[in-house]
């Protein structure tokens, strides 16, 4: 047997240290990405409104351009550098229009995580969200991802075929071919249920960045069912467990 398929070979304890080490990389990079908009020097790209509970005139959450133009109104000498203000410069001159005298100011910021009830990450983002791009470059990382596993799995599945053509008539080769068979039922499946989670969810993402369709109401469907969905299965499938409730039905009818 000349297919290094057929024959389990020996593990290396290199081959396990480069499998740990890209393991952890993602694990690292996971938590980095996750991170990331929680942190207070990149406020300008991840803070999308304010909140005002004392201040009447300014209802729910206040976007930068709408503060923009109170300020502009306050400020009349700073209206043409109103749009290129900061946050942290917004929300001094707000503090300063309602001194301690008058019972001061308070705010809340509506931030990357809370844009939705759900607080789940932002992935439907418009054309003028600061967080465009972040999005998209995860998007994108996502679909190449999804690109590269099918291919992986596409390798893997020609191999089998053609360990299982070479096979002669036999136990042995029965038996490896029935194990092949398993083998790609198994990889459709995988990709099949990335395909339906996420394609779907990146194509949606698209046409509402485009402003093509508003994606909102679909966002909880796939943040609380889909998405986590996807990642329930996918070890289920992995580890043969789907495939335990059909042996106990046909058990159950044997019987």
Request: hydrophobic share 45%; charged share 15%; aromatic share 14%.
């Amino acid at each position: 047997i000349s297919n290094s398929m057929k024959v389990p070979l020996p593990v290396e304890k290199k081959a396990i240290t480069k499998v740990l080490a890209v393991s952890l990389s993602i694990i690292i990079s996971s938590i980095v990405i996750a991170i990331v908009p929680l942190i207070p020097y990149f406020e300008e790209v991840f803070i999308n409104a304010l909140y005002f509970p004392d201040v009447k005139f300014l209802k729910g959450f206040v976007t930068k351009r709408n503060l923009g133009y109170v300020i502009s109104e306050y400020y009349g000498r700073i209206t043409s550098m109103v749009n290129n203000l900061s946050w942290k410069e917004i929300r001094t001159l707000l503090h300063s229009m309602f001194t301690n005298e008058y019972g001061g100011i308070t705010e809340k910021v509506r931030h990357f995580y809370g844009n939705d009830a759900v607080c789940m990450f932002k992935y439907f983002v418009s054309p003028d969200d600061p967080q465009v791009g972040y999005v998209w470059f995860l998007l994108s990382l996502n679909f190449y991802c999804f690109c590269m596993m099918s291919g992986s799995y596409f390798i893997v599945v020609l191999n089998a075929i053609r360990s299982s053509a070479e096979l002669k008539a036999g136990v042995a080769a029965n038996i490896v071919r029935k194990r092949n068979k398993k083998l790609q039922n198994k990889v459709t499946i995988i990709v099949a249920t990335d395909f339906l989670c996420w394609i779907p969810f990146i194509f949606i993402s698209f046409l509402n960045t485009m402003e093509v369709i508003d994606g909102t109401p679909w966002y909880a469907l796939f943040s609380i069912i889909i998405l986590p969905g996807n990642s329930v299965i996918n070890p289920l499938l992995y580890n043969n467990i789907t495939s335990l409730p059909l042996k106990i039905w046909k058990k159950f009818f044997k019987d």
